[in-house]
């Protein structure tokens, strides 16, 4: 028999136990939302430091002239601009077909042994030093040519777009109902067709979103540019030669000594900021609003391997 | 829109389109592979010249004549900050992902999230121009000064004068980049774990942090340590903000020994020399061997992560679902 004296005992052990695990659990969480604030401060930091500095640089000279005499604190970083631009365009060239051609492979002829090899490389990739990929770059590249080049800086970058671009793309596909392809053979359509046509345009919202994010990517690396395009205070002359991008500029700017150098530095980073971070969210915000799935999915599951 | 019909089921085209979209997926095999081979025939002056001691001298002379190349200082500054890094980004990253997971209420769990992918997308250059002209002066005052006045002359990892640029700093911003990237791959991970893990635990009377502890972290323990080397690729790969913050240490100067000297990583070298280097001697393909080993490390790393956390999710795939 359990006497009310044990029976009172077992109840204050009780509850001291429950009092002291309860207050445990209070204090692990209080930790772990300053841990939160602490990650988010960086971010609230950047984001206030380079509009409070960067948007006193601007105005439309520091945007469309050539960079002035290194320490002057004149010209601006118009080459940067067009550079960026240019090295984007290039790289989407070679980097979007072959991605989504790669992303076409896994989602749709992808249930084999080879593919699961491919899917596991580009995760590989997806990660991989981006200062490496510029050294390769620099070898194949600028070492054959005898000269620095868009292509070289474009071919290093569209190598990093490339995984995202094919691991979002096979995902978005794998989204279209098996449905949509089944009314395609009933009507007789080759295999390509229904591919091309149906399944594509179905999944188009997933693949623009992944390709977007990869631009955005490439277009703050700053690593693979310095051996590949070098930098340049002109505007762009032909492929031949190199060419200047924003990272880079915003790299050499800060090197410098000067207060006016650091404060173009500023300027040339809220442009950066700018291109990056809106892209970023105006992708998700549109594509997450309207297409749910594939959208969604990016945010779930490709993010994880990305950076 | 045409849309031409054909009455054979498999035709050419459709053999056609399929070589191609095969071929097209082979080309990032057809890049990894030619990379290695490029490091490799690149970097081959230097290991027949340096041979072993490439990987265990510390000299680092590019003068003529007196060329003598050792890449151990770097290889280890790398491996320095990367761990110090990670020792301060994995236990944030996880609690974050705790808090993601289990605690914060669904209205602020998607924004939240967001948050931290936003900060993932912040390019690496306006970290380090960030870190260099922002965070350095705070760093140097409020944490640096007081840790070398407090401890400088008996422990000889915090003994020297602090000065921002050096080994800490470049570590503190590391931190700072890796945690979205962990924070967000362990969040889902531990969204795999099954709810009835949890809720059998809470039917035993567990609170919330004894329900992380008892079920949410055996079951995604192999995925969690993923997520952590996932981090560790991206802090042995990056390059600006840690080139911009570290100080760039060159020779046996580079050892890292304590926290407040100037150090020098294998990504940041290759960035800062590799324009100067000319293409005759040898400097050049020391700093492509650097790149070599750099490839090899990265490569190893991304290789493990990938298989841990593949394997959790996997098998949440084929588990029940609530």
Do not use: C
């Not at chain 1, 671009?165 to 390509?192: N, Q």
């Not at chain 1, 090197?255 to 404060?263: C, E, H, R, T, V």
């Not at chain 2, 060329?67 to 200082?73: C, D, M, Q």
């Amino acid at each position: 028999m359990i006497t009310a004296k044990q029976r009172a005992e077992f109840r204050t052990h009780f509850r001291y136990n429950v009092k002291k695990r309860l207050i445990i659990d209070k204090i692990a969480t209080g930790i772990v939302i300053g841990f939160v604030a602490l990650a988010i401060i960086p971010l609230g930091s950047i984001l206030l430091e380079v509009t409070k500095n960067g948007s006193a640089a601007l105005s439309i000279e520091f945007l469309t002239q050539i960079p002035g005499a290194i320490g002057t604190g004149e010209g601006g970083i118009g080459p940067a601009i067009q550079g960026t631009m240019l090295i984007i365009a290039a790289s989407s060239m070679i980097g979007v077909p072959i991605g989504i051609l790669s992303g076409i492979f896994l989602s749709e002829f992808g249930d084999n042994r080879y593919a699961k090899t491919i899917r596991f490389f580009n995760d590989v990739m997806a990660e991989f030093p981006s200062i490496v990929i510029g050294i390769f770059a620099f070898l194949v590249i600028v070492l054959v040519l005898g000269h620095f080049s868009l292509w070289a800086g474009a071919f290093a970058l569209s190598i990093i777009m490339l995984p995202i671009i094919a691991r979002t793309t096979e995902e978005s596909l794998k989204l279209v109902p098996i449905t949509y392809r089944e009314a395609g053979y009933a009507l007789g359509l080759k295999r390509w067709i229904i591919i091309t046509r149906i399944v594509l345009s179905s999944a188009k919202s997933g693949m623009i979103t992944g390709i977007m994010l990869a631009v955005a990517r490439i277009g703050g690396e700053t690593a693979p540019l310095i051996m590949t395009i070098l930098g340049s205070s002109q505007f762009f002359s032909g492929f031949d030669g190199p060419i200047d991008a924003l990272p880079l500029r915003i790299w050499r700017l800060s090197l410098l000594p000067y207060d006016s150098a650091q404060a173009q530095g500023w300027g040339a980073a809220l442009i950066l900021i700018l291109i990056v971070l809106s892209v970023n969210i105006g992708v998700r915000y549109i594509f997450l609003r309207k297409s749910g799935g594939a959208g969604l999915f990016y945010f779930r599951s490709v993010k994880r391997r990305q950076r | 829109m045409r849309i031409p019909i054909t009455l054979k089921s498999s035709t050419n085209t459709d053999k056609i389109f399929k070589i191609g979209v095969t071929i097209a997926a082979t080309y990032v095999l057809a890049i990894l592979v030619l990379m290695v081979y490029e490091l490799s025939i690149g970097s081959f002056p230097v290991w027949e010249e340096e041979g072993f001691s490439f990987l265990t001298g510390s000299d680092w002379n590019a003068v003529e004549e007196r060329e003598s190349f050792g890449a151990a200082p770097y290889i280890l500054g790398t491996l320095v900050t990367a761990a110090l890094a990670m020792a301060m980004g994995v236990p944030i990253s996880i609690g974050i992902a705790m808090f993601l997971s289990e605690i914060a209420p669904k209205f602020i769990r998607e924004p939240l999230s967001f948050i931290v992918e936003l900060l993932a997308a912040v390019p690496s250059v306006i970290y380090g121009l960030w870190g260099l002209f922002v965070f350095r002066p705070y760093f140097i005052n409020w944490i640096e000064t007081p840790l070398h006045n407090m401890f400088g002359d008996n422990v000889w990892f915090l003994s020297g004068a602090p000065f921002g640029l050096d080994i800490f700093t470049a570590s503190v911003i590391l931190a700072i980049m890796i945690i979205p990237t962990i924070s967000s791959v362990s969040r889902e991970i531990m969204l795999a774990v099954p709810n009835q893990q949890r809720e059998a635990a809470y039917m035993l009377g567990a609170t919330k942090l004894e329900v992380f502890k008892m079920a949410v972290i055996p079951y995604s323990k192999s995925g969690l340590i993923g997520a952590s080397i996932l981090g560790l690729g991206r802090a042995v790969g990056e390059t600006m903000a840690v080139t911009m913050l570290i100080g760039n240490a060159i020779g046996p100067a580079a050892f890292p020994y304590s926290l407040f000297q100037a150090g020098q990583t294998m990504s940041s070298i290759i960035a800062n020399e590799f324009n100067e280097a000319s293409p005759a001697g040898l400097h050049i393909h020391a700093l492509i061997g650097i790149g070599l080993i750099l490839f090899g490390v990265a490569l190893a790393i991304n290789i493990v992560a990938h298989l841990l956390v593949a394997r959790v999710l996997k098998a949440h795939e084929g588990a029940v679902q609530a």
